[in-house]
T-cell receptor, first 111, second 112 residues
Framework: GQQLNQSPQSMFIQEGEDVSMNCTSS?????WLWYKQDPGEGPVLLIA?????ELTSNGRLTAQFGITRKDSFLNISASIPSDVGIYFC???????????FGKGTRLHILP | GAVVSQHPSRVICKSGTSVKIECRSL??????MFWYRQFPKKSLMLMAT?????????EQGVEKDKFLINHASLTLSTLTVTSAHPEDSSFYIC????????FGQGTRLTVV
């Protein structure tokens, strides 16, 4: 079945640094999604991408839908303490199709 | 954005009892909802797709008689963990789609 490879698994950075994480897939998706999950909560959507090559920003977050439809990256600029959490990439073929999740990138910010 | 409400947020039950978890789309209708299970420090594992007015579709390895899903209306899906055992303890999350997927707050189930 479809699999998403998300990297890195975890990151330890200093406050103020930029962050980059990415996802690759063995097959194409028509929608790429990036979610953030805080402990004990459900995932919250950060950015949704619908077109190959699309580059979308949401505040300090920027994500791109790879031209091959098999990859996506998420960048966070000037990290702040509330950025700590787990970031998941996700792919979806159609609107009502199941979403395939990556294994997550756990972001830690060093004091 | 769209709101998906999940209830309860935490539940502790005795081994052998059944627990029902509700997932509601508060401001939109959802013909399809999804149920996930998440182990500590792991990703979300899709358990089943809940289809309004018809049977749920279960992922491979998920026992349909163990995890009963009912999607009786366009705004409500329920997951019942039957005859719960300690190994069923986990974080269960639902989602519903309005253009993109919105997730409930999750339910922490502890079976003692």
């Amino acid at each position: 079945g479809q699999q998403l490879n998300q990297s890195p698994q975890s990151m330890f950075i200093q406050e103020g640094e930029d962050v980059s994480m990415n996802c690759t897939s063995s097959s194409i998706f028509n929608t790429w999604l990036w979610y953030k999950q805080d402990p004990g909560e459900g995932p919250v959507l950060l950015i949704a991408l619908y077109k190959a090559g699309e580059l979308t920003s949401n505040g300090r977050l920027t994500a791109q839908f790879g031209i091959t439809r098999k990859d996506s990256f998420l960048n966070i600029s000037a990290s702040i303490p509330s950025d700590v959490g787990i970031y998941f990439c996700a792919g979806q073929l159609g609107r009502d199709d199941k979403i395939i999740f990556g294994k997550g990138t756990r972001l830690h910010i060093l004091p | 954005g769209a709101v998906v409400s999940q209830h309860p947020s935490r539940v502790i039950c005795k081994s052998g009892t059944s627990v029902k978890i509700e997932c509601r789309s508060l401001d939109f209708q959802a013909t399809t909802m999804f149920w996930y299970r998440q182990f500590p420090k792991k990703s979300l594992m899709l358990m089943a797709t809940s289809n309004e007015g018809s049977k749920a579709t279960y992922e491979q390895g998920v026992e349909k008689d163990k995890f009963l899903i009912n999607h009786a209306s366009l705004t409500l899906s329920t997951l019942t963990v039957t005859s719960a055992h300690p190994e069923d303890s986990s974080f269960y999350i639902c989602s519903a789609t309005q253009r993109w997927a919105f997730f409930g707050q999750g339910t922490r189930l502890t079976v003692v």
